[in-house]
């Protein structure tokens, strides 16, 4: 089930929910509103480190990390 992110027209409350899109209805958890905005969706990913440009053979994207 994706997450969807919404945001209350009524209250201004931002929000997050786990739904199945077909089934489920959202209520806003601030005032119990149904006038809602989906919001855009974005994730964050961690990286360990920064990478260095390689160029090497193996290297896919020049961005493997390798320290030549």
Do not use: W
Not at 8 to 13: A, F, L, M, P, W
Not at 24 to 32: F, L, R, S
Not at 33 to 42: A, M, Y
Not at 48 to 60: A, D, N
């Amino acid at each position: 089930m994706p997450i969807f992110e919404y945001r209350c027209v009524d209250c201004g409350k931002g929000f997050e929910k786990l739904e199945r899109r077909d089934t489920d209805t959202v209520a806003c958890p601030g005032c119990a509103g149904h006038h809602l905005e989906q919001q855009l969706s974005t994730f964050a990913a961690k990286a360990e480190g920064p990478k260095q440009f390689c160029g090497g053979p193996s290297c896919q994207m020049g961005m493997c990390g390798s320290k030549n």
